[in-house]
């Protein structure tokens, strides 16, 4: 199985300049907080006042819009998928996975709201399908099994993401590999509350009241 993470018909403009602008352009989509938008143009309670505080569609299904948590994940994983995919179409592999970093980072440290963000899931799972859809797939595989068995949903994003660079690694994507590595150091971090608490026993299971 071979991929080509966005290499097909990039034009692959080269210099410093683009690989700067391709991180930022990632990272400027990827800050825009749909979850907050979405939940206030639907007019619900201000959605970092209610259950974790995150930005995310976790979170937002604690308001028990399921159209509106399902509209943010998708929203969450696109951004993420359209940095990649403009920038790597322009600037070649290099730029797309510093477009991916750049999404990442932007959700998890959104500047429109003073660097407080998501855990970052989604948009994981959005640059991995703009970069090598088989391991999105690989992903979600992973979590939805974990999900099965230990009714964590934090477990298994946690499970899903370790999996993800040595799957990457694997098939030989050494670079991909590298960079989902350091996005899962990232995931891990932002999940740090939640270790503590599957540590702990206490953490909420999916389907709990």
């Known amino acids: 199985m071979r991929g080509k993470y966005v290499e097909t018909g990039a034009i692959a403009m080269s210099g410093d300049g683009?690989?700067?602008?391709?991180f930022l352009l990632?990272?400027?989509?990827?800050?825009?907080?749909?979850?907050?938008?979405?939940?206030?143009?639907a007019g619900t309670e201000d959605l970092r006042s209610i259950g974790s505080g995150n930005i995310g569609a976790t979170n937002v299904l604690r308001t028990g819009r399921k159209g509106l948590a399902a509209a943010t994940l998708i929203c969450d994983m696109l951004k993420?998928?359209?940095?990649?995919?403009?920038?790597?179409?322009?600037?070649g592999p290099n730029a797309a996975?510093?477009?991916?970093?750049?999404?990442?980072?932007?959700?998890?440290?959104?500047?429109?709201?003073?660097?407080?963000?998501?855990?970052?899931?989604?948009?994981?799972?959005?640059?991995?399908?703009?970069?090598?859809?088989?391991?999105?797939?690989?992903f979600c595989a992973m979590w939805l099994a974990t999900a099965v068995t230990s009714r964590y949903s934090s477990l298994s994003s946690l499970v899903a993401s370790f999996v993800t660079p040595i799957f990457l690694w694997?098939?030989?994507?050494?670079?991909?590999?590298?960079?989902?590595?350091?996005?899962?150091l990232l995931m891990f971090y932002?999940?740090?509350?939640?270790?503590?608490?599957?540590?702990?026993?206490?953490?909420?299971?999916?389907?709990?009241?």
Do not use: C, D
């Open 18 to 22: 683009f690989l700067v602008g391709a």
């Open 26 to 41: 990632g990272y400027l989509l990827g800050s825009i907080p749909f979850g907050v938008v979405l939940t206030k143009l």
């Open 80 to 91: 993420g998928t359209v940095a990649v995919v403009i920038a790597g179409y322009y600037g």
């Open 97 to 138: 996975m510093l477009a991916a970093l750049g999404a990442f980072l932007g959700h998890l440290f959104p500047v429109w709201l003073k660097f407080k963000g998501g855990k970052g899931v989604a948009v994981y799972i959005g640059v991995l399908i703009g970069l090598f859809w088989p391991a999105a797939a690989v």
């Open 170 to 184: 694997w098939f030989g994507h050494l670079a991909l590999a590298s960079l989902f590595a350091v996005l899962t």
């Open 190 to 209: 932002m999940h740090r509350e939640n270790i503590r608490r599957l540590q702990a026993g206490t953490e909420g299971k999916i389907g709990a009241k």
